[in-house]
């Protein structure tokens, strides 16, 4: 370890706030509890760093946290998170964060997802995770153009601002 008292980052994500289920608070205190005992260790030896990004997507890194984060990464042993997809959507930028977390000789722990990534296996069910949280953003994506389609056939407002001179 890089001292006594271990330093981890944890971040957090959610595309809404709704205050409820995985909200932002709930993630934070996941994560926390997960440190505690997967790394064996009384919360004073560990030193917290939160990183929130509420409102952001998962389809790439664009999230004010998420790029403080990658600056500060090599002063932190380990980075937690409440599941992989709340890192990104994306394969391929999951696979270059990971790449920078080995450089920076930081650990990623997932709370919800458990990944040896010492291994290949670990390193494998990772990237297959990966892949299944960007499918699914995909789907979200084309299920929501759909149903906007739709509704503009049937001459439904598709939301924003009514136009001048409509109710």
Not at 47 to 75: C, I, T, W
Not at 109 to 119: A, I
Request: overall charge neutral; charged content about 30%; some cysteine.
């Amino acid at each position: 370890m890089k001292q006594d008292i271990l330093r981890v980052a944890i971040y957090s994500r959610k595309s809404k706030f709704t205050g409820k289920g995985e909200s932002i608070a709930n993630q934070i205190e996941e994560c926390k509890k997960y440190c505690r005992y997967m790394l064996h260790q009384e919360e004073e030896r560990i030193h917290f760093a939160v990183y929130e990004d509420e409102g952001y997507s998962g389809k790439n890194f664009q999230r004010p946290a998420m790029k403080k984060l990658l600056e500060d990464l090599a002063q932190y042993d380990f980075l937690v998170c409440y599941r992989l997809d709340r890192v990104s959507r994306s394969v391929s930028d999951f696979s270059n964060f990971i790449k920078r977390l080995e450089l920076a000789n930081v650990a990623f722990l997932s709370v919800s997802e458990s990944f040896d990534t010492t291994k290949p296996m670990g390193r494998a069910m990772m990237n297959i995770t990966s892949a299944f949280a960007e499918l699914e953003r995909d789907t979200i994506t084309e299920r929501i153009v759909d149903n906007m389609t739709a509704l503009a056939k049937t001459g439904r407002w598709l939301g924003g601002t009514t136009p001048l001179g409509f109710e």
